[in-house]
């Protein structure tokens, strides 16, 4: 059965400050691989996506992240976190096959961000 | 304009009380899913839809809970009798355009926020 591991519950960095958000994955195969944002009251915005290629993804507001088989894992980078990334992650895998597959979601990191 | 549109943004009922969530999503959408985050927790996946029939539910979606997209654009989910724990957000999701049936990608309405009293 697939499943999605968010290790860190909470982290707090300084604005500037490079952000690492950690996500490992258990699926039979190469899975898809997305990370999305929730900003407080708000809904799920997709940052990034990984389906196949190039492993190292680029996503909006910055953010990229890196699918490693190896290590089955798939975590969220940003060089510099602006105090507008304060929001809650998370990352989620899809099965690889047509229809009505549904994605499976971490229990989430909240991300703070400090002046 | 958003892919996928939800209302009401915040309902407040009382135990018992029969609850309908609302959700449209763009009209070539293919596949339509609802998810649920109680306060605090992970995203949790309820059903999935397509072609007018469940396609996979999980055991969160009891007897209590039915879907229904009746005119070919609302996507509806009811809950027939809420109890308190039924208190959570939720998210309508959709995806499938034709050309992307295949990718996964997903689609979040901005979410129903239901408070059981």
């Known amino acids: 059965a697939q499943s999605v591991t968010q290790p860190d519950i909470h982290i707090t960095v300084s604005e500037g400050a490079s952000l690492e958000l950690r996500c490992n994955y258990s699926?039979?195969?190469?899975?898809?691989l997305f990370w999305y944002v929730q900003s407080p009251g708000q809904g799920l915005q997709l940052l990034l996506k990984y389906f196949s290629g190039d492993t190292l993804v680029q996503g909006i507001k910055g953010f990229e992240a890196e699918f490693k088989r190896s290590q089955s894992s798939f975590n969220l980078r940003k060089p510099s976190v602006h105090w507008s990334d304060a929001a809650e992650y998370f990352c989620a895998v899809g099965e690889r096959q047509t229809g009505a597959n549904n994605l499976f979601f971490g229990t989430g990191t909240r991300l703070t961000v400090i002046p | 304009e958003p892919e996928v549109t939800q209302t009401p943004s915040h309902q407040v009922t009382q135990m018992g009380q029969e609850v309908i969530l609302r959700c449209v999503p763009i009209s070539n959408h293919l596949y339509f899913y609802w998810y649920r985050q109680i306060l605090g927790q992970k995203v949790e996946f309820l059903v999935s839809?397509?072609?007018?029939?469940?396609?996979?539910k999980s055991e969160i979606f009891d007897d209590q809970f039915s879907v229904e997209r009746p005119d070919g654009s609302n996507f509806t989910l009811k809950i027939r009798s809420t109890k308190l724990e039924d208190s959570a957000m939720y998210f309508c999701?959709?995806?499938?355009?034709?050309?992307?049936?295949?990718?996964?990608?997903?689609?979040f309405g901005e979410g129903s926020r239901l408070t059981v009293l």
């Open positions: 839809f397509y072609n007018n029939e469940i396609s996979e």
């Open positions: 699926y039979g195969a190469t899975p898809y």
């Open positions: 999701a959709a995806k499938g355009r034709t050309q992307d049936a295949n990718t996964g990608e997903l689609f």
